[in-house]
T-cell receptor, first 109, second 114 residues
Framework: QQPVQSPQAVILREGEDAVINCSSS?????VHWYRQKHGEAPVFLMI?????EQKGHDKISASFNEKKQQSSLYLTASQLSYSGTYFCGTEMPPGKLIFGQGTTLQVKP | NAGVTQTPKFQVLKTGQSMTLQCAQDMNHNSMYWYRQDPGMGLRLIYY???????DKGEVPNGYNVSRLNKREFSLRLESAAPSQTSVYFC?????????????FGPGTRLTVL
């Protein structure tokens, strides 16, 4: 079952912050975050595992609430390069990753 | 290292034709995946191979077949193409067997079915 992302779209000015949310109705093994720029392949940002372990880029932060099956991606002091579509993916069962519909982020000067 | 490579990059088919999309990775990864991406629809999992020798259905497997030829290669076959299969197809790989680690994506194949 596909996770639900919110909001669907965000427009920011450089330097502003944004939060993208991802929720699932299933118990999850992990949550993954990817960014995709127009015409390109998705690029890995972060994995959040049950138990609190995280793996990802230093400049990206995210949280995973295991009880609520929710994750949030925090984009602080946004830059023009942050523009793109952000996808969360939920792993359930192990080995199977299902992506949400995406959140489009546009950062303006 | 080339990473994940996909061939062809572009393809136009007529309804009813068949074709195979090729994917190869040179990172010694255990898991491989096929996704399709339609405009505004996000990435949808077609099939995946959690380890060499295994394949499993994803969200949208109908109309497709896969073969994990060896550890490096994972192909996707359309037996009788339909206009609804017009999409961008991405192959991805991940190092861990049976679990999803960081996925590395190929550049995609843009398929149009007329």
């Amino acid at each position: 079952q596909q996770p639900v992302q919110s909001p669907q779209a965000v427009i920011l000015r450089e330097g502003e912050d944004a939060v993208i949310n991802c929720s699932s109705s299933k118990a999850l093994y992990s949550v993954h975050w990817y960014r995709q720029k127009h015409g390109e392949a998705p690029v890995f940002l972060m994995i959040l595992l049950k138990g609190g372990e995280q793996k990802g880029h230093d400049k990206i932060s995210a949280s995973f609430n295991e009880k609520k099956q929710q994750s949030s991606l925090y984009l602080t002091a946004s830059q023009l390069s942050y523009s793109g579509t952000y996808f969360c993916g939920t792993e359930m069962p192990p080995g199977k990753l299902i992506f949400g519909q995406g959140t489009t982020l546009q950062v303006k000067p | 290292n080339a990473g994940v490579t996909q061939t062809p990059k572009f393809q136009v088919l007529k309804t009813g034709q068949s074709m195979t999309l090729q994917c190869a990775q040179d990172m010694n990864h255990n898991s491989m995946y096929w996704y399709r991406q339609d405009p505004g629809m996000g990435l949808r999992l077609i099939y995946y191979s959690a380890s060499e020798g295994t394949t499993d259905k994803g969200e949208v497997p109908n109309g497709y077949n896969v073969s994990r030829l060896n550890k490096r290669e994972f192909s996707l076959r359309l037996e009788s193409a339909a206009p609804s299969q017009t999409s961008v197809y991405f192959c991805a790989s991940s190092t861990t067997a049976g679990r999803v680690d960081e996925q590395f994506f190929g550049p995609g194949t843009r398929l149009t079915v007329l």
